[in-house]
């Protein structure tokens, strides 16, 4: 008795169901996702040879501007909560709830303590503004000087984080002085270890750290 062949049929799946949700989820994140905040300086850094890879998390970031103002920020939205709290109670700011929301969600700060009020309250058009006229967050040589308010923002940061890796950005054309407060701010709270962020260029051949890299090029 001949068998009995099943006729073959093609294999069909209905990506009907896949596709909407695939438009849900990115429907759902474009609505949901915030973006960072602008910061309120652009700096054009120095470059160097150097390749080392700074982590997503944890950053204290200090930011020099071609004028030697100085900005600063924490990378964690939580971290920025607590210490604003902290320094609310600290320097008697009476900041209001929303304020120190603001803070929280911000991006870096380069307004003096007597200042920073008023900064907070404003709406994002106004701090635009005061970014371009600020004069920065004031900073000394010595963490014991009283005017030193940049030496109170690292003191309270890594209080809540000793974690933090501290980063400075400055420009190429910022004054060598307006780095050195802020080393020597580093110095005197005993913290030798930072990073300074700079732009990749090659390095230049004939040079140790050329002959260096051929070497490990090599053993590779």
Known sequence: MPKLKMPRKSTHIDMTAMCDVAFLLLSFFMLATKFKPDEPVVVVTPA?????????????????????????????????????????????????????????????????????????????????????????VPADT??????????????????????????????GEAAYPSVHKIIATLAGWKIFKFNLITNLKAVPPGTYAAEAAATTTAAK
Do not use: H
């Open 48 to 136: 160097s040879i150097s390749q080392v890879i700074l982590p997503d998390a944890d950053i204290m970031l200090i930011t020099v501007d071609t004028k030697g103002r100085v900005f600063f920020s924490v990378d964690n939205k939580i971290i920025r909560k607590n210490l604003i709290e902290d320094m609310n109670e600290y320097k008697g700011l009476n900041l209001t709830e929303n304020e120190m929301n603001a803070f929280a969600i911000g991006s870096s700060i380069g307004v003096p303590f007597n200042q920073l009020k008023s900064y907070l309250s404003s709406d994002p058009t106004t701090r635009q503004a005061i970014d371009k006229s600020t004069p920065g």
């Open 142 to 171: 010595s963490v014991n000087n009283p005017d030193n308010e940049l030496a109170a923002w690292i003191r309270s940061a890594r209080n809540n984080n000793p974690k933090l890796r501290i980063c400075i950005k400055a420009d």
